[in-house]
């Protein structure tokens, strides 16, 4: 039984290690097919990946929770994951009364605190990307009436009818263009607190557009037009593939339904399957592939822009 149990482990191991190979071959290589086609978008979405590929682990991880903004250091995140950790591990060793399961099925806490943490960078992102064409639009109005760059931003910074986050950002970068920070260096410095790939993309347009002496002026009319037509197509998909996301989880969420309410309505209907190993194991291992079907489902559900 054991030879069974370490079989699994080791091609389990192997799947992973497959993956994860596949999965990081496939972003290099697109990388560079993306930088050879010279698209501004796809530049952009580009240097974003070869910017975050470069970074240390702890460097990304800090960064990522300074992007969150919940106020989590890496030590507490850090603390939070060996939490999780052990809940799971005295969580199926209890269950299985096995250390050699429990052990790696641990490892699975370190899931939860990154999706924590990343579903709040999210949120705030896409409020910061649909704050940030308001803020494009004003610039724009104000070199429409002859005003410089300068005072752009600072009608963005101190104006009425944006978000706290669009208003403290720009502000930064106010501060760093009047410290004689060149303007393309203060919005990548705004897309490191960030993360907005839209802010990615204004500051790249302006980086290319500072030294060959083209408009300012039509360069953001052109960005607001890209990004506003980019998120009407992302509300098209978001309804187009409404009903088949909201399938997606009524059927990913059935058999949990139906197990924990046969559970209620008998609770002896699985004693007999978990008084054994093989049968807890058997258990266990469904869990577990049921919620990778979830994530599996869920990932190829998702729409890049």
Same mark, same amino acid.
């Given at each position: 039984?054991?030879?069974?149990?370490?079989?699994?482990?080791?091609?389990?191991?192997?799947?992973?290690?497959?993956?994860?190979?596949?999965?990081?071959?496939?972003?290099?290589?697109?990388?560079?097919?993306?930088?050879?086609?010279?698209?501004?978008?796809?530049?952009?979405?580009?240097?974003?990946?070869?910017?975050?590929?470069?970074?240390?682990?702890?460097?990304?991880?800090?960064?990522?929770?300074?992007?969150?903004?919940?106020?989590?250091?890496?030590?507490?995140?850090?603390?939070?994951?060996?939490?999780?950790?052990?809940?799971?591990?005295?969580? =199926? *060793?209890?269950?299985?009364?096995?250390?050699?399961?429990?052990?790696?099925?641990?490892?699975?806490?370190?899931?939860?605190?990154?999706?924590?943490?990343?579903?709040?960078?999210?949120?705030?992102?896409? *409020?910061?990307?649909?704050?940030?064409?308001?803020?494009?639009?004003?610039?724009?109005?104000?070199?429409?009436?002859?005003?410089?760059?300068?005072?752009?931003?600072?009608? =963005?910074?101190?104006?009425?009818?944006?978000?706290?986050?669009?208003?403290?950002?720009?502000?930064?970068?106010?501060?760093?263009?009047?410290?004689?920070?060149?303007?393309?260096?203060?919005?990548?410095?705004?897309?490191?607190?960030?993360?907005?790939?839209?802010?990615?993309?204004?500051?790249?347009?302006?980086?290319?557009?500072?030294?060959?002496?083209?408009?300012?002026?039509?360069?953001?009319? *052109?960005?607001?037009?890209?990004? *506003?037509?980019?998120?009407?197509?992302?509300?098209?998909?978001?309804?187009?593939?409404?009903?088949?996301?909201?399938?997606?989880?009524?059927?990913?969420?059935?058999?949990?339904?139906?197990?924990?309410?046969?559970?209620?309505?008998?609770?002896?209907?699985?004693?007999?399957?978990?008084?054994?190993?093989?049968?807890?194991?058997?258990?266990?291992?469904?869990?577990?592939?049921?919620?990778?079907?979830?994530?599996?489902?869920?990932?190829?559900?998702?729409?890049?822009?």
């Amino acid at each position: 039984m054991k030879a069974v149990i370490w079989l699994v482990y080791f091609i389990f191991v192997m799947f992973a290690g497959l993956t994860i190979y596949l999965y990081r071959r496939s972003s290099l290589i697109g990388l560079q097919d993306r930088l050879a086609q010279g698209n501004i978008n796809q530049i952009s979405k580009a240097m974003w990946q070869q910017q975050e590929q470069q970074k240390s682990y702890l460097e990304r991880l800090k960064l990522e929770l300074e992007r969150s903004r919940t106020g989590i250091t890496v030590n507490n995140y850090l603390i939070m994951c060996v939490l999780f950790c052990v809940a799971i591990f005295i969580g =199926v *060793n209890l269950i299985m009364d096995s250390v050699v399961i429990a052990l790696p099925m641990s490892f699975l806490g370190l899931i939860f605190p990154k999706q924590i943490v990343k579903s709040r960078s999210n949120k705030i992102m896409k *409020n910061f990307n649909y704050q940030l064409i308001k803020a494009l639009r004003r610039i724009s109005s104000v070199l429409h009436s002859g005003g410089n760059i300068t005072q752009a931003v600072q009608e =963005v910074a101190v104006g009425f009818g944006m978000s706290n986050i669009v208003r403290e950002e720009f502000q930064k970068i106010l501060t760093d263009i009047k410290y004689n920070t060149p303007l393309p260096q203060a919005l990548y410095s705004c897309y490191e607190r960030t993360g907005s790939k839209d802010m990615l993309l204004f500051a790249i347009s302006v980086d290319i557009l500072a030294p060959t002496g083209g408009r300012l002026l039509t360069t953001i009319d *052109n960005l607001v037009s890209t990004i *506003n037509e980019r998120m009407r197509l992302e509300k098209d998909m978001q309804a187009l593939t409404a009903q088949a996301r909201t399938s997606s989880k009524i059927l990913s969420a059935l058999p949990f339904v139906i197990m924990g309410g046969m559970w209620l309505m008998n609770p002896s209907y699985y004693g007999e399957m978990l008084s054994t190993f093989s049968g807890k194991l058997t258990f266990l291992l469904c869990i577990v592939w049921m919620s990778f079907g979830i994530y599996v489902n869920k990932m190829i559900m998702k729409i890049d822009y």
